[in-house]
């Protein structure tokens, strides 16, 4: 069972369309990060929100964590084809040893 | 400044053979950590360093895998013997601190066959 469950896990759409991205878990996070990884690459950071209810954007993106710092989303507006790629939620469990654990990831292509 | 260095950065040999990743973090980073991404998933972590001591390294195979940091730089992973299963890319990723923003190197895709 992952901690953090993403969805959907793949997205293909066009160019100029909007997408929604989620991460949910049944745990509590003391942070969550969003990452997006391209073929070949590593994972690198977008942002890290670490307050209940928080919304960072950065931007087309808006990142948004739940109340309960239990859940995320990430939105982008009129997306574009360099949006494609792999985009992963990460977190440590409040209150933990500070293990990061990772969702599966949304694989998102954006077609021109 | 220089990212996190990883070599090599594919390397493909035959079940039961002995494997070894190289990672340089960015200088001045203290803590180090090993990454499995198996294909569709997202990275699993292998070990964490402070410095040259490992921690949270429950998710190691000890049976196989082994790693070290000597002088708290830069680091290796070795497996021995590799299985099928081990297939995969292995991502190293540093950051200043424990909790601090990690940086990641491109990875080593490994192909066992």
């Known amino acids: 069972t992952q901690l953090l469950e993403q969805s959907p896990q793949f997205l293909s759409i066009q160019e100029g369309e909007n997408l929604t991205v989620y991460c949910n878990s049944s745990?509590?996070?003391?942070?969550l990060q969003w990452y997006r990884q391209e073929p070949g690459e590593g994972p690198v950071l977008l942002v890290t929100?670490?307050?209940?209810?928080e919304v960072k954007k950065l931007k087309r993106l808006t990142f948004q964590f739940g109340d309960a710092r239990k859940d995320s989303s990430l939105h982008i507006t009129a997306a574009q084809p360099g949006d494609t790629g792999l985009y992963l939620c990460?977190?440590?469990?409040?209150?933990?040893?500070?293990?990061?654990?990772f969702g599966r990831g949304t694989s998102l292509i954006v077609h021109p | 400044e220089a990212g996190v260095v990883q070599s090599p950065r594919y390397k493909i040999i035959e079940k039961k053979q002995p494997v070894a990743f190289w990672c340089n973090p960015i200088?001045?980073?203290?803590?180090l950590y090993w990454y499995r991404q198996n294909l569709g998933q997202g990275p699993e972590l292998l070990i964490r360093?402070?410095?040259?001591?490992?921690?949270?390294d429950s998710q190691l195979p000890k049976d196989r895998f082994s790693a070290e940091r000597l002088k708290g730089v830069d680091s290796t992973l070795k497996i021995q013997p590799a299985e099928l299963g081990d297939s995969a890319v292995y991502l190293c990723?540093?950051?200043?601190?424990?909790?601090?923003?990690?940086?990641f190197g491109p990875g080593t895709r490994l192909l066992v066959l």
């Open positions: 990723a540093s950051s200043l601190l424990r909790r601090e923003t990690q940086y």
């Open positions: 990460a977190g440590a469990e409040s209150g933990g040893s500070y293990i990061p654990t």
């Open positions: 745990s509590v996070f003391s942070s």
């Open positions: 929100v670490v307050t209940g209810g």
């Open positions: 200088s001045g980073h203290n803590t």
């Open positions: 360093y402070e410095n040259e001591e490992a921690v949270d």
